[in-house]
């Protein structure tokens, strides 16, 4: 099945810089792979996400880039604010028994510093 | 748009004794999740339902934990009995997209800490 890592696992960056999450992921066949930002005490919502026929893709201050050959992707966030203080959750989509299981991993803890 | 409703929000029981969570999903939504969020970790799949048949209970530890959806709208996750080990978050979504390949609406969880 897909196992998930994400480095590093916590974060702390000033206000106005980019802050970049790489996850790994194991199994070729994964095909989805979506970000999730769950603040202290709410639930995961989603962000952004890519599928394995794209390279990358980009929402306003947000982009994820995908390295299928390295099986790895990152979610890159410029101009930090402090609203983007959160965890962070990469996840993957691959088949398993006939079905497709999304896989997070164990969250990146983002801290932006005023 | 009502969100994916969750009940109740926070749990005490003691240890071998039972709980039971309700999930009520975005209408129209047929496929349906139970995650369990341990602090410090990424969601973990317990079960996934498509309308009332269950697709993926794998990683579901049946000798204690129970789910289900029988009129393929709002479903119940039953533990008995409960472990020190299940204090947990539990995380209830739902998805218009059937394959896991679409967004997740997750509900507020149930938050779940057994003594």
């Known amino acids: 099945g897909e196992n998930v890592e994400q480095h590093p696992s916590t974060l702390s960056v000033q206000e106005g810089d980019s802050a970049v999450i790489k996850c790994t992921y194991s199994?070729?066949?994964?095909?989805?792979f979506p970000w999730y930002k769950q603040e202290l005490g709410k639930r995961p919502q989603l962000i952004i996400d890519?599928?394995?026929?794209?390279g990358e893709k980009k929402d306003q201050r947000i982009a994820v880039t995908l390295n299928k050959t390295a099986k790895h992707f990152s979610l890159h966030i410029t101009e930090t604010q402090p609203e983007d203080s959160a965890v962070y959750f990469c996840?993957?989509?691959?088949?398993?028994?006939?079905?497709?299981?999304?896989?997070f991993g164990k969250g990146n803890q983002v801290v932006v510093i005023p | 748009e009502a969100g994916v409703a969750q009940s109740p929000r926070y749990k005490i029981i003691e240890k071998r004794q039972s709980v039971a969570f309700w999930c009520n999903p975005i209408?129209?939504?047929?496929?349906l999740y139970w995650y369990q969020q341990i602090l410090g970790q990424g969601p973990k799949l317990l079960i996934q339902?498509?309308?009332?048949?269950?697709?993926?209970d794998s990683q579901l530890p049946k000798d204690r934990f129970s789910a289900e959806r029988l009129k393929g709208v709002d479903s119940t996750l039953k533990i008995q009995p409960a472990k020190l080990e299940d204090s947990a978050v539990y995380l209830c979504?739902?998805?218009?997209?059937?394959?896991?390949?679409?967004?997740?609406?997750f509900g507020e969880g149930s938050r779940l800490t057994v003594l």
């Open positions: 979504a739902s998805s218009f997209v059937s394959d896991s390949t679409g967004e997740l609406f």
């Open positions: 199994d070729s066949a994964s095909n989805y």
């Open positions: 890519i599928r394995s026929n794209v």
């Open positions: 996840a993957g989509t691959a088949p398993r028994d006939g079905n497709n299981r999304l896989a």
């Open positions: 209408s129209g939504h047929a496929t």
């Open positions: 339902f498509q309308n009332n048949g269950v697709v993926d």
